[in-house]
């Protein structure tokens, strides 16, 4: 099925650094989401993503963070700067419809951001 | 808002017996869709099954699923696991109407299928 790719597999960093996750969505989606599944927890929505404007976030979407898929190129979630309670699973996700009954969104392998 | 529920967080198996995780929803929408999703070892989770109409049986890969509004549930059933079904499974749910599609998750169940 369709392949999202997500870079780095794992990353650790010193707490108040920044840090970028990046997602290669699937080529013609034109939807990007962010999930973030904390230890033993549930998958939990973060922030989805439109022509270039956040649609809709929650609020685990801190205001340091903040995303962006400038020219095409990697969807990116950027936190800065980065406290112990992000450390987590960082899931992106894309979809080509961005709802309605037959969309289905397409989800990557995850970064685990370990902030210590 | 929504919530999921998967009551159990490992369910184990023997090859070749039927199994079945519980997924049980609530949610304040009136049309939903509703996804199973597999993640195996190092992997991405990829979609399983979906569905979004009352009482009909949705199948695939062995798997089926049938969305039951009246009991609020969405279990997913195979008569025969395999085991390289071995792996964990979300129960998702998202509104399919309007702009607003953030899937909700349950916790996930791992499926531990031995010989």
């Known amino acids: 099925g369709p392949k999202v790719l997500q870079i780095p597999s794992h990353q650790i960093i010193d707490m108040g650094q920044m840090v970028t996750l990046n997602c290669d969505p699937v080529?013609?989606?034109?939807?990007f989401y962010w999930y973030k599944q904390i230890l033993g927890q549930q998958m939990e929505f973060l922030v989805n993503?439109?022509?270039?404007?956040?649609?809709?976030k929650s609020k685990l979407f801190k205001d340091q963070f903040s995303v962006e898929r400038p020219d095409g190129s990697y969807f990116t979630l950027k936190i800065q700067p980065t406290a112990l309670e992000d450390s987590a699973v960082y899931f992106c996700a894309s979809s080509l419809l961005g709802g309605g009954i037959q969309d289905t969104q397409y989800f990557g392998p995850g970064t685990r951001l370990l902030v210590l | 808002g929504d919530s999921v529920t998967q009551t159990e967080g490992l369910v184990t198996v023997t090859e070749g017996l039927p199994v079945k995780l519980n997924c049980t929803y609530q949610?304040?929408?009136?049309?939903?869709?509703f996804f199973w999703y597999v993640q195996y070892l190092n992997e991405a989770p990829q979609v399983l099954l979906k569905s979004s109409t009352d009482n009909k049986r949705t199948e695939h890969q062995g798997f089926h699923a049938t969305l039951h509004k009246s009991s609020s549930s969405f279990h997913l059933q195979k008569s025969s696991a395999q085991l390289s079904d071995s792996a964990l499974y979300y129960c998702?749910?998202?509104?399919?109407?309007?702009?607003?599609?953030?899937?909700?998750f349950g916790q996930g169940t791992v499926l531990s299928v031995i010989p």
């Open positions: 993503f439109y022509n270039g404007k956040v649609m809709e």
């Open positions: 949610t304040t929408y009136l049309t939903i869709a």
């Open positions: 998702a749910l998202r509104p399919a109407t309007g702009g607003n599609n953030k899937l909700t």
């Open positions: 080529s013609n989606h034109l939807y």
